[in-house]
Protein backbone atom coordinates (compact mmCIF):
# COMPACT_ATOMS: atom_id res chain seq x y z
CA UNK A 1 0.00 0.00 0.00
CA UNK A 2 0.95 3.55 -0.31
CA UNK A 3 2.06 5.38 2.88
CA UNK A 4 4.23 7.77 1.94
CA UNK A 5 3.26 9.04 -1.30
CA UNK A 6 1.62 12.50 -1.55
CA UNK A 7 -2.01 12.93 -2.85
CA UNK A 8 -4.87 15.62 -4.03
CA UNK A 9 -7.86 14.71 -2.81
CA UNK A 10 -11.28 16.21 -2.91
CA UNK A 11 -12.55 16.03 0.53
CA UNK A 12 -8.92 17.09 2.00
CA UNK A 13 -10.16 20.07 3.81
CA UNK A 14 -13.57 18.44 5.46
CA UNK A 15 -11.26 15.46 6.32
CA UNK A 16 -9.16 17.24 8.43
CA UNK A 17 -11.88 19.71 9.73
CA UNK A 18 -11.60 18.73 13.39
CA UNK A 19 -15.30 17.13 14.33
CA UNK A 20 -15.46 18.49 17.48
CA UNK A 21 -13.15 20.45 20.08
CA UNK A 22 -10.78 18.60 22.72
CA UNK A 23 -9.38 20.07 25.21
CA UNK A 24 -5.64 18.05 26.11
CA UNK A 25 -4.11 18.82 29.14
CA UNK A 26 -0.28 20.18 28.31
CA UNK A 27 2.96 19.52 30.62
CA UNK A 28 3.55 23.23 30.22
CA UNK A 29 1.37 25.79 29.02
CA UNK A 30 4.14 28.07 28.41
CA UNK A 31 5.84 24.65 26.43
CA UNK A 32 3.17 22.98 24.93
CA UNK A 33 -0.45 24.25 23.49
CA UNK A 34 -2.85 22.37 21.83
CA UNK A 35 -5.18 24.40 19.45
CA UNK A 36 -7.44 23.68 16.45
CA UNK A 37 -5.68 26.16 13.85
CA UNK A 38 -4.57 24.85 10.54
CA UNK A 39 -0.39 24.08 10.98
CA UNK A 40 2.34 25.62 8.25
CA UNK A 41 4.84 23.26 7.21
CA UNK A 42 7.99 23.92 5.48
CA UNK A 43 8.27 24.03 1.64
CA UNK A 44 9.19 21.04 -0.37
CA UNK A 45 10.46 20.36 -3.53
CA UNK A 46 8.56 18.98 -6.56
CA UNK A 47 8.66 15.51 -6.96
CA UNK A 48 7.83 13.44 -10.01
CA UNK A 49 6.70 10.01 -8.93
CA UNK A 50 6.77 7.31 -11.18
CA UNK A 51 5.11 3.46 -10.78
CA UNK A 52 7.33 1.15 -12.52
CA UNK A 53 6.34 -2.72 -12.90
CA UNK A 54 9.56 -5.31 -13.64
CA UNK A 55 8.57 -8.54 -14.87
CA UNK A 56 10.85 -11.71 -15.45
CA UNK A 57 10.50 -13.97 -18.67
CA UNK A 58 7.43 -15.41 -17.49
CA UNK A 59 5.49 -12.18 -16.35
CA UNK A 60 5.80 -12.91 -13.07
CA UNK A 61 6.90 -9.04 -10.93
CA UNK A 62 10.78 -8.87 -10.04
CA UNK A 63 10.57 -8.44 -6.27
CA UNK A 64 14.54 -8.05 -5.33
CA UNK A 65 15.59 -4.83 -6.89
CA UNK A 66 17.38 -1.58 -5.15
CA UNK A 67 17.51 1.74 -6.39
CA UNK A 68 20.72 0.93 -8.00
CA UNK A 69 19.04 -1.53 -10.64
CA UNK A 70 17.35 1.65 -12.35
CA UNK A 71 18.11 4.58 -14.47
CA UNK A 72 15.29 7.10 -14.83
CA UNK A 73 15.80 9.87 -17.91
CA UNK A 74 13.25 12.81 -18.65
CA UNK A 75 13.17 14.29 -21.64
CA UNK A 76 16.81 11.75 -22.59
CA UNK A 77 18.56 13.48 -19.50
CA UNK A 78 19.58 11.28 -16.45
CA UNK A 79 17.83 11.96 -13.36
CA UNK A 80 18.96 11.43 -9.23
CA UNK A 81 16.43 8.97 -7.85
CA UNK A 82 15.80 10.87 -4.67
CA UNK A 83 13.08 8.35 -3.18
CA UNK A 84 12.73 4.39 -3.76
CA UNK A 85 9.86 2.77 -2.22
CA UNK A 86 9.06 -0.96 -2.82
CA UNK A 87 4.95 -1.84 -2.63
CA UNK A 88 4.01 -5.24 -1.90
CA UNK A 89 0.17 -6.51 -1.37
CA UNK A 90 -0.17 -7.02 2.52
CA UNK A 91 -2.80 -8.45 4.50
CA UNK A 92 -6.39 -7.14 4.96
CA UNK A 93 -6.66 -7.88 8.71
CA UNK A 94 -6.49 -4.92 11.34
CA UNK A 95 -5.88 -5.75 14.15
CA UNK A 96 -7.42 -4.00 17.62
CA UNK A 97 -6.03 -1.29 19.04
CA UNK A 98 -3.31 -1.42 21.75
CA UNK A 99 -4.98 -1.27 24.61
CA UNK A 100 -8.59 -1.76 22.85
CA UNK A 101 -11.41 -1.90 25.14
CA UNK A 102 -12.66 -5.07 23.35
CA UNK A 103 -12.95 -8.22 25.42
CA UNK A 104 -9.24 -10.87 25.34
CA UNK A 105 -10.93 -13.43 23.56
CA UNK A 106 -12.32 -11.36 20.69
CA UNK A 107 -10.69 -12.00 16.98
CA UNK A 108 -9.09 -9.51 15.18
CA UNK A 109 -11.33 -7.19 13.53
CA UNK A 110 -11.87 -8.42 9.52
CA UNK A 111 -12.30 -4.86 7.60
CA UNK A 112 -12.06 -4.59 4.16
CA UNK A 113 -8.51 -3.84 2.65
CA UNK A 114 -8.96 -4.21 -1.21
CA UNK A 115 -11.34 -1.46 -2.39
CA UNK A 116 -12.22 -2.18 -6.68
CA UNK A 117 -14.15 -0.07 -8.77
CA UNK A 118 -15.59 -1.94 -12.25
CA UNK A 119 -15.64 1.03 -14.75
CA UNK A 120 -17.51 0.83 -17.79
CA UNK A 121 -17.28 2.93 -20.10
CA UNK A 122 -20.95 2.97 -21.42
CA UNK A 123 -20.45 5.60 -23.84
CA UNK A 124 -17.83 3.67 -25.99
CA UNK A 125 -19.03 0.07 -25.56
CA UNK A 126 -20.97 -1.34 -28.40
CA UNK A 127 -23.82 -3.65 -27.01
CA UNK A 128 -22.23 -6.92 -28.34
CA UNK A 129 -18.90 -5.89 -26.35
CA UNK A 130 -20.92 -4.78 -23.35
CA UNK A 131 -23.24 -8.31 -22.88
CA UNK A 132 -19.70 -10.34 -22.69
CA UNK A 133 -18.24 -7.92 -20.30
CA UNK A 134 -21.11 -7.96 -17.74
CA UNK A 135 -21.24 -12.12 -17.90
CA UNK A 136 -17.51 -12.30 -17.05
CA UNK A 137 -18.01 -9.61 -14.55
CA UNK A 138 -21.30 -11.39 -12.93
CA UNK A 139 -19.07 -14.78 -12.91
CA UNK A 140 -16.11 -12.53 -10.85
CA UNK A 141 -18.36 -11.63 -8.23
CA UNK A 142 -20.18 -15.02 -7.62
CA UNK A 143 -16.88 -16.87 -7.39
CA UNK A 144 -13.82 -13.90 -6.62
CA UNK A 145 -15.14 -11.45 -4.00
CA UNK A 146 -13.06 -12.16 -0.53
CA UNK A 147 -14.48 -11.07 3.00
CA UNK A 148 -12.84 -8.40 3.00
CA UNK A 149 -12.64 -6.86 -0.63
CA UNK A 150 -15.26 -4.55 -2.05
CA UNK A 151 -16.64 -3.80 -4.99
CA UNK A 152 -18.46 -1.08 -6.84
CA UNK A 153 -19.55 -0.34 -10.18
CA UNK A 154 -19.45 2.96 -12.03
CA UNK A 155 -19.89 4.21 -15.91
CA UNK A 156 -19.06 7.13 -17.70
CA UNK A 157 -22.08 8.54 -18.23
CA UNK A 158 -23.14 8.47 -14.49
CA UNK A 159 -26.41 6.78 -15.21
CA UNK A 160 -25.50 3.42 -13.29
CA UNK A 161 -23.76 3.32 -9.95
CA UNK A 162 -23.79 1.05 -6.76
CA UNK A 163 -21.83 2.33 -3.97
CA UNK A 164 -19.14 -0.16 -2.31
CA UNK A 165 -20.14 -2.66 -1.04
CA UNK A 166 -19.90 -6.77 -0.24
CA UNK A 167 -23.68 -7.82 -1.64
CA UNK A 168 -22.84 -10.08 -4.57
CA UNK A 169 -26.73 -9.61 -5.20
CA UNK A 170 -26.46 -6.01 -5.39
CA UNK A 171 -23.80 -5.73 -7.51
CA UNK A 172 -25.03 -8.43 -10.01
CA UNK A 173 -28.51 -6.11 -10.48
CA UNK A 174 -26.51 -3.45 -10.94
CA UNK A 175 -24.65 -4.93 -14.05
CA UNK A 176 -28.26 -5.65 -15.40
CA UNK A 177 -28.65 -1.85 -16.00
CA UNK A 178 -25.47 -1.24 -17.55
CA UNK A 179 -26.55 -0.52 -20.97
CA UNK A 180 -24.51 1.39 -24.15
CA UNK A 181 -25.44 5.37 -23.83
CA UNK A 182 -23.44 6.96 -26.37
CA UNK A 183 -24.06 10.96 -26.59
CA UNK A 184 -23.77 11.68 -30.04
CA UNK A 185 -23.15 8.98 -31.82
CA UNK A 186 -25.64 6.27 -33.87
CA UNK A 187 -25.06 2.75 -32.99
CA UNK A 188 -25.74 1.64 -36.34
CA UNK A 189 -23.77 2.25 -39.80
CA UNK A 190 -24.00 5.33 -41.43
CA UNK A 191 -23.36 7.12 -44.75
CA UNK A 192 -20.81 8.29 -44.71
CA UNK A 193 -19.22 6.46 -42.33
CA UNK A 194 -16.73 8.60 -40.49
CA UNK A 195 -15.48 7.92 -37.24
CA UNK A 196 -13.49 10.23 -34.39
CA UNK A 197 -10.03 8.75 -36.15
CA UNK A 198 -11.19 9.01 -39.58
CA UNK A 199 -12.09 12.70 -39.22
CA UNK A 200 -8.97 13.66 -37.34
CA UNK A 201 -6.84 12.31 -40.09
CA UNK A 202 -9.36 14.25 -42.93
CA UNK A 203 -9.66 17.66 -40.83
CA UNK A 204 -6.83 17.77 -38.82
CA UNK A 205 -3.95 15.91 -40.80
CA UNK A 206 -4.95 17.10 -44.45
CA UNK A 207 -4.53 12.92 -45.16
CA UNK A 208 -5.91 12.73 -48.69
CA UNK A 209 -6.43 8.94 -48.88
CA UNK A 210 -8.07 9.02 -45.93
CA UNK A 211 -10.85 12.21 -47.90
CA UNK A 212 -10.23 9.44 -50.95
CA UNK A 213 -11.38 6.49 -49.28
CA UNK A 214 -14.63 7.84 -47.65
CA UNK A 215 -15.45 9.72 -50.71
CA UNK A 216 -15.42 6.55 -52.53
CA UNK A 217 -16.80 4.40 -49.75
CA UNK A 218 -20.07 7.24 -49.76
CA UNK A 219 -20.54 7.46 -53.37
CA UNK A 220 -20.76 3.37 -53.29
CA UNK A 221 -22.96 3.21 -50.12
CA UNK A 222 -25.32 5.75 -51.67
CA UNK A 223 -25.78 3.53 -54.63
CA UNK A 224 -24.40 5.70 -57.25
CA UNK A 225 -27.19 8.43 -57.14
CA UNK A 226 -28.49 9.91 -60.65
CA UNK A 227 -26.49 12.78 -61.44
CA UNK A 228 -23.75 12.50 -58.79
CA UNK A 229 -20.14 12.17 -59.00
CA UNK A 230 -17.14 11.04 -57.04
CA UNK A 231 -16.41 14.78 -56.25
CA UNK A 232 -19.97 15.87 -55.12
CA UNK A 233 -19.18 13.33 -52.16
CA UNK A 234 -16.84 15.74 -50.89
CA UNK A 235 -19.16 18.32 -49.06
CA UNK A 236 -20.71 15.28 -47.25
CA UNK A 237 -17.69 13.63 -46.40
CA UNK A 238 -16.42 16.76 -44.60
CA UNK A 239 -19.54 17.52 -43.22
CA UNK A 240 -19.98 14.25 -41.60
CA UNK A 241 -15.74 14.67 -40.57
CA UNK A 242 -16.55 17.88 -38.39
CA UNK A 243 -19.57 16.35 -36.36
CA UNK A 244 -17.60 12.93 -35.88
CA UNK A 245 -14.77 14.96 -34.62
CA UNK A 246 -17.21 17.38 -32.52
CA UNK A 247 -18.30 14.44 -31.09
CA UNK A 248 -15.56 12.47 -30.44
CA UNK A 249 -14.25 15.22 -28.70
CA UNK A 250 -16.74 15.51 -26.23
CA UNK A 251 -17.03 11.70 -25.49
CA UNK A 252 -12.81 11.21 -24.63
CA UNK A 253 -13.58 14.59 -22.44
CA UNK A 254 -16.39 12.80 -20.61
CA UNK A 255 -14.52 9.77 -20.64
CA UNK A 256 -11.24 11.33 -19.31
CA UNK A 257 -14.03 13.42 -16.93
CA UNK A 258 -15.64 10.53 -14.99
CA UNK A 259 -12.03 8.33 -14.38
CA UNK A 260 -10.88 11.77 -12.96
CA UNK A 261 -13.79 11.87 -10.52
CA UNK A 262 -13.57 8.25 -9.83
CA UNK A 263 -9.87 9.10 -9.07
CA UNK A 264 -10.91 11.54 -6.19
CA UNK A 265 -14.10 9.25 -5.10
CA UNK A 266 -11.32 6.89 -4.57
CA UNK A 267 -9.09 8.96 -2.38
CA UNK A 268 -11.51 8.13 0.54
CA UNK A 269 -11.31 4.20 0.56
CA UNK A 270 -8.63 3.38 3.38
CA UNK A 271 -6.87 0.33 1.84
CA UNK A 272 -5.35 -0.94 -1.53
CA UNK A 273 -7.45 1.18 -4.75
CA UNK A 274 -7.84 -0.32 -7.79
CA UNK A 275 -9.79 1.09 -10.66
CA UNK A 276 -10.49 -1.67 -13.72
CA UNK A 277 -11.82 0.36 -16.50
CA UNK A 278 -13.53 -1.59 -19.29
CA UNK A 279 -13.78 -0.12 -22.56
CA UNK A 280 -13.03 -0.48 -26.31
CA UNK A 281 -10.69 2.34 -25.43
CA UNK A 282 -10.82 5.89 -27.44
CA UNK A 283 -8.94 8.50 -29.23
CA UNK A 284 -6.89 11.01 -27.13
CA UNK A 285 -5.79 13.77 -29.31
CA UNK A 286 -2.76 16.53 -28.77
CA UNK A 287 -4.73 18.68 -27.01
CA UNK A 288 -6.20 15.97 -25.20
CA UNK A 289 -2.83 14.31 -23.49
CA UNK A 290 -2.82 17.33 -20.94
CA UNK A 291 -6.00 15.80 -19.36
CA UNK A 292 -5.00 12.05 -19.44
CA UNK A 293 -1.23 13.11 -17.67
CA UNK A 294 -3.00 15.20 -15.01
CA UNK A 295 -5.08 12.23 -14.74
CA UNK A 296 -2.04 9.79 -14.23
CA UNK A 297 -0.77 12.36 -11.24
CA UNK A 298 -3.50 12.41 -9.73
CA UNK A 299 -4.39 8.70 -9.42
CA UNK A 300 -0.38 8.29 -8.52
CA UNK A 301 -0.93 10.41 -5.93
CA UNK A 302 -4.10 9.26 -4.73
CA UNK A 303 -2.63 5.93 -4.88
CA UNK A 304 -5.42 4.17 -7.04
CA UNK A 305 -3.89 1.55 -9.29
CA UNK A 306 -5.72 1.94 -12.92
CA UNK A 307 -5.51 -1.77 -14.57
CA UNK A 308 -7.77 -2.10 -18.29
CA UNK A 309 -9.22 -4.01 -20.02
CA UNK A 310 -9.89 -4.30 -23.72
CA UNK A 311 -13.51 -5.52 -23.81
CA UNK A 312 -13.37 -6.11 -27.81
CA UNK A 313 -11.13 -9.02 -26.77
CA UNK A 314 -9.81 -10.54 -29.81
CA UNK A 315 -9.92 -8.97 -33.22
CA UNK A 316 -8.29 -9.27 -36.59
CA UNK A 317 -7.75 -7.32 -39.54
CA UNK A 318 -10.38 -9.07 -41.00
CA UNK A 319 -12.61 -6.48 -43.52
CA UNK A 320 -16.02 -5.63 -42.24
CA UNK A 321 -18.38 -7.47 -43.76
CA UNK A 322 -21.61 -5.37 -42.97
CA UNK A 323 -20.16 -2.86 -45.46
CA UNK A 324 -21.24 -2.29 -48.82
CA UNK A 325 -19.25 -4.17 -51.28
CA UNK A 326 -16.66 -1.57 -52.56
CA UNK A 327 -12.92 -1.81 -55.23
CA UNK A 328 -10.73 -4.04 -52.97
CA UNK A 329 -8.26 -1.04 -52.75
CA UNK A 330 -11.04 1.03 -51.12
CA UNK A 331 -11.88 -2.02 -48.82
CA UNK A 332 -7.81 -2.39 -47.80
CA UNK A 333 -7.63 1.00 -47.47
CA UNK A 334 -10.69 1.65 -44.93
CA UNK A 335 -9.57 -1.49 -43.37
CA UNK A 336 -6.25 -0.17 -42.55
CA UNK A 337 -7.74 3.47 -40.93
CA UNK A 338 -10.37 1.00 -38.88
CA UNK A 339 -7.18 -1.03 -37.77
CA UNK A 340 -5.10 1.86 -36.73
CA UNK A 341 -7.67 3.69 -35.27
CA UNK A 342 -8.71 0.22 -32.79
CA UNK A 343 -4.96 0.24 -32.04
CA UNK A 344 -4.85 3.93 -31.36
CA UNK A 345 -7.73 3.69 -29.43
CA UNK A 346 -6.11 1.33 -27.12
CA UNK A 347 -3.23 3.51 -26.32
CA UNK A 348 -4.95 5.71 -23.51
CA UNK A 349 -5.55 2.00 -21.76
CA UNK A 350 -1.91 0.91 -22.33
CA UNK A 351 -0.93 4.71 -20.72
CA UNK A 352 -2.94 4.73 -17.92
CA UNK A 353 -2.19 1.04 -16.84
CA UNK A 354 1.84 1.91 -17.23
CA UNK A 355 1.52 5.35 -15.79
CA UNK A 356 -0.17 3.55 -12.08
CA UNK A 357 1.43 0.45 -11.95
CA UNK A 358 -1.48 -1.34 -13.48
CA UNK A 359 -2.35 -3.99 -16.29
CA UNK A 360 -3.62 -3.97 -19.61
CA UNK A 361 -5.48 -7.27 -21.01
CA UNK A 362 -6.72 -7.13 -24.71
CA UNK A 363 -6.42 -8.90 -28.04
CA UNK A 364 -7.79 -11.99 -25.49
CA UNK A 365 -11.23 -13.60 -25.59
CA UNK A 366 -11.09 -15.03 -22.16
CA UNK A 367 -12.46 -11.63 -20.48
CA UNK A 368 -13.16 -13.99 -17.48
CA UNK A 369 -9.59 -14.43 -16.70
CA UNK A 370 -8.78 -10.68 -18.00
CA UNK A 371 -11.10 -9.42 -14.98
CA UNK A 372 -9.30 -12.21 -12.35
CA UNK A 373 -5.82 -10.57 -13.27
CA UNK A 374 -7.23 -7.39 -13.63
CA UNK A 375 -8.84 -7.29 -10.06
CA UNK A 376 -5.30 -7.93 -7.85
CA UNK A 377 -2.80 -5.21 -7.97
CA UNK A 378 0.49 -6.10 -9.13
CA UNK A 379 2.49 -8.26 -6.34
CA UNK A 380 4.88 -6.26 -5.74
CA UNK A 381 6.04 -3.48 -7.74
CA UNK A 382 8.52 0.28 -7.47
CA UNK A 383 8.23 3.98 -6.86
CA UNK A 384 10.86 5.64 -8.07
CA UNK A 385 10.39 9.85 -7.64
CA UNK A 386 12.86 12.44 -8.99
CA UNK A 387 12.87 16.42 -8.42
CA UNK A 388 12.93 17.79 -11.91
CA UNK A 389 16.40 20.16 -12.00
CA UNK A 390 15.26 23.57 -13.30
CA UNK A 391 11.74 22.69 -14.11
CA UNK A 392 9.82 25.37 -15.40
CA UNK A 393 6.08 25.85 -14.73
CA UNK A 394 5.40 26.60 -18.54
CA UNK A 395 3.23 23.09 -18.95
CA UNK A 396 5.35 21.69 -21.03
CA UNK A 397 5.26 17.92 -21.48
CA UNK A 398 8.30 15.76 -20.35
CA UNK A 399 9.10 12.08 -21.32
CA UNK A 400 10.01 9.68 -18.97
CA UNK A 401 12.34 6.53 -19.78
CA UNK A 402 12.96 3.71 -17.46
CA UNK A 403 15.72 1.75 -17.92
CA UNK A 404 17.45 -1.75 -15.93
CA UNK A 405 21.39 -1.06 -15.61
CA UNK A 406 21.29 -4.76 -16.21
CA UNK A 407 18.25 -5.91 -17.88
CA UNK A 408 18.92 -10.26 -17.63
CA UNK A 409 15.79 -10.51 -19.71
CA UNK A 410 13.66 -8.32 -17.46
CA UNK A 411 11.06 -5.88 -18.52
CA UNK A 412 9.79 -2.89 -17.41
CA UNK A 413 6.75 -0.68 -17.72
CA UNK A 414 6.21 3.11 -16.34
CA UNK A 415 4.30 5.94 -17.01
CA UNK A 416 5.53 7.68 -20.37
CA UNK A 417 5.77 11.47 -19.39
CA UNK A 418 4.51 14.39 -17.41
CA UNK A 419 3.27 17.96 -17.79
CA UNK A 420 5.02 20.55 -16.36
CA UNK A 421 2.90 22.48 -13.66
CA UNK A 422 1.69 26.15 -14.71
CA UNK A 423 2.47 27.37 -11.33
CA UNK A 424 4.15 26.37 -8.28
CA UNK A 425 2.48 23.90 -5.54
CA UNK A 426 1.42 25.63 -2.21
CA UNK A 427 3.45 23.45 0.41
CA UNK A 428 0.46 23.75 3.23
CA UNK A 429 -2.03 22.05 0.72
CA UNK A 430 0.91 19.54 -0.40
CA UNK A 431 1.63 18.98 3.56
CA UNK A 432 -2.57 18.50 4.07
CA UNK A 433 -2.83 16.25 0.83
CA UNK A 434 0.16 13.63 2.36
CA UNK A 435 -1.68 13.74 5.83
CA UNK A 436 -5.17 13.09 3.71
CA UNK A 437 -3.31 10.10 1.54
CA UNK A 438 -2.01 8.59 5.29
CA UNK A 439 -5.47 9.35 7.02
CA UNK A 440 -7.26 6.96 4.19
CA UNK A 441 -3.86 4.37 3.78
CA UNK A 442 -3.10 1.55 5.79
CA UNK A 443 0.40 1.37 5.97
CA UNK A 444 1.89 1.48 8.99
CA UNK A 445 4.52 4.16 9.41
CA UNK A 446 6.20 4.51 12.58
CA UNK A 447 8.29 7.06 12.53
CA UNK A 448 7.27 9.36 15.33
CA UNK A 449 6.99 6.63 18.57
CA UNK A 450 3.79 6.64 19.89
CA UNK A 451 0.99 4.25 21.62
CA UNK A 452 -3.26 4.50 21.11
CA UNK A 453 -5.98 2.65 23.09
CA UNK A 454 -9.85 2.81 22.57
CA UNK A 455 -12.32 2.62 25.34
CA UNK A 456 -16.19 3.09 25.20
CA UNK A 457 -19.36 3.42 27.16
CA UNK A 458 -22.89 2.67 26.22
CA UNK A 459 -25.61 5.36 28.05
CA UNK A 460 -27.98 3.48 25.81
CA UNK A 461 -28.74 0.41 24.21
CA UNK A 462 -28.62 2.27 20.74
CA UNK A 463 -25.24 4.68 21.20
CA UNK A 464 -22.22 4.98 22.56
CA UNK A 465 -19.04 7.35 22.84
CA UNK A 466 -15.67 5.92 22.05
CA UNK A 467 -13.16 7.75 23.12
CA UNK A 468 -9.57 7.65 21.52
CA UNK A 469 -5.99 8.36 23.76
CA UNK A 470 -3.04 8.66 22.70
CA UNK A 471 0.63 9.21 23.98
CA UNK A 472 3.08 10.47 21.53
CA UNK A 473 7.04 10.26 22.39
CA UNK A 474 8.49 13.61 20.90
CA UNK A 475 12.11 13.42 22.40
CA UNK A 476 13.56 12.53 19.19
CA UNK A 477 11.94 15.26 17.09
CA UNK A 478 13.83 17.06 15.12
CA UNK A 479 13.91 20.81 16.59
CA UNK A 480 14.63 24.30 15.55
CA UNK A 481 16.11 26.72 18.33
CA UNK A 482 14.25 29.57 18.67
CA UNK A 483 15.41 32.26 21.57
CA UNK A 484 16.90 29.60 23.29
CA UNK A 485 13.74 27.27 23.44
CA UNK A 486 13.15 23.71 20.80
CA UNK A 487 10.66 24.37 18.60
CA UNK A 488 8.30 22.26 16.73
CA UNK A 489 4.71 21.75 15.52
CA UNK A 490 3.03 18.61 15.61
CA UNK A 491 -0.93 17.79 13.48
CA UNK A 492 -2.31 15.14 14.82
CA UNK A 493 -5.70 13.45 13.06
CA UNK A 494 -8.09 10.67 14.29
CA UNK A 495 -10.47 9.35 11.77
CA UNK A 496 -12.96 7.05 11.93
CA UNK A 497 -13.98 4.75 9.42
CA UNK A 498 -16.97 2.36 9.83
CA UNK A 499 -17.09 -1.30 8.69
CA UNK A 500 -17.09 -0.92 4.37
CA UNK A 501 -14.00 1.30 4.87
CA UNK A 502 -16.52 4.37 4.73
CA UNK A 503 -15.06 7.54 6.13
CA UNK A 504 -17.16 9.10 9.25
CA UNK A 505 -15.32 11.55 10.89
CA UNK A 506 -12.46 13.24 12.21
CA UNK A 507 -10.69 14.98 14.72
CA UNK A 508 -7.41 17.01 14.24
CA UNK A 509 -5.59 18.95 16.69
CA UNK A 510 -2.51 20.99 16.63
CA UNK A 511 0.38 20.78 19.13
CA UNK A 512 2.30 23.77 19.10
CA UNK A 513 6.02 22.97 21.28
CA UNK A 514 8.72 25.47 22.57
CA UNK A 515 10.39 23.37 25.01
CA UNK A 516 13.03 24.48 27.40
CA UNK A 517 16.09 22.15 27.35
CA UNK A 518 15.66 20.40 30.91
CA UNK A 519 12.13 19.82 30.05
CA UNK A 520 12.90 18.02 26.32
CA UNK A 521 15.76 15.87 28.38
CA UNK A 522 14.00 14.85 31.52
CA UNK A 523 10.60 15.98 32.00
CA UNK A 524 9.04 14.26 28.82
CA UNK A 525 9.17 10.68 29.61
CA UNK A 526 5.45 9.85 29.30
CA UNK A 527 5.18 11.77 26.37
CA UNK A 528 2.61 14.10 25.17
CA UNK A 529 -1.22 13.15 25.59
CA UNK A 530 -4.33 13.97 23.61
CA UNK A 531 -7.73 12.28 23.00
CA UNK A 532 -10.81 12.54 20.77
CA UNK A 533 -14.42 11.67 21.35
CA UNK A 534 -17.15 10.22 18.81
CA UNK A 535 -20.20 9.52 19.24
CA UNK A 536 -21.36 6.66 17.49
CA UNK A 537 -23.72 3.50 16.98
CA UNK A 538 -22.54 -0.39 17.68
CA UNK A 539 -20.80 -1.93 15.35
CA UNK A 540 -17.69 -2.67 13.90
CA UNK A 541 -15.04 0.35 13.02
CA UNK A 542 -11.15 0.83 12.37
CA UNK A 543 -9.84 3.96 13.95
CA UNK A 544 -6.92 5.81 12.46
CA UNK A 545 -4.74 7.47 13.79
CA UNK A 546 -2.04 10.37 11.97
CA UNK A 547 0.87 12.26 13.56
CA UNK A 548 3.01 14.61 11.50
CA UNK A 549 5.49 17.08 12.64
CA UNK A 550 6.59 20.31 11.03
CA UNK A 551 9.96 20.56 11.22
CA UNK A 552 11.78 17.31 10.58
CA UNK A 553 8.53 16.23 8.39
CA UNK A 554 8.19 13.16 9.87
CA UNK A 555 5.02 10.32 10.11
CA UNK A 556 3.46 8.10 12.55
CA UNK A 557 0.25 6.20 11.34
CA UNK A 558 -1.29 3.73 13.13
CA UNK A 559 -4.59 1.63 12.48
CA UNK A 560 -6.71 -0.27 15.26
CA UNK A 561 -10.11 -2.22 15.05
CA UNK A 562 -12.60 -1.76 17.62
CA UNK A 563 -16.35 -3.61 18.37
CA UNK A 564 -18.76 -2.22 19.91
CA UNK A 565 -21.54 -4.80 20.77
Not at 60 to 80: A, E, Y
Not at 255 to 274: C, E, F, S, T, W
Request: proline share 6%; glycine share 6%; net charge neutral.
Amino acid sequence: MRGRRLLFILCAAECLLPAQTVQSPAPNPAEVATSDAPITFQSKVTLVQVPVVVRDKTGKPVDNLTKDDFRLFDKGKPQTISRFAIERETANTTPPAPGTASPPSSMPVSMPGRFVAWFFDDIHLGLADLVQARQAAAKYFGEGLKDTDRAAIFTTSGLTTVEFTDEVNRLKEGLTRVTPHPRTRTTGKECPDIGYYLADQIINRNDTTALNTSERETYICMNFQPNMTLKDTEPLVRAASYAALEAGELETKLALAALKDLVRRMNAMPGQRIVMMISPGFLTRADQLQEESDLIDRAIKAGVTISALDARGLYTDAPDITRPSAPPEVAIAKQRFDTEEARQNADVMAQLADGTGGTFFQNNNDLGAGMKDLATAPAVYYILAFSPQDLKPDGSFHSLKVTLRTPSGFSAKARRGYYAPRHLADADEEAKEEISEALFSRAEMRDIPLDFHTQFFKPTDDEAQLSVGVRIDVRKLHYRKVDGRNGDELLVVTGLFDRNGNFLQSVSKKVSMRLKDETLTGKLNGGIGLHADFKVAPGRYVVRLVVRDAEGQTMAAQSGGVEIP
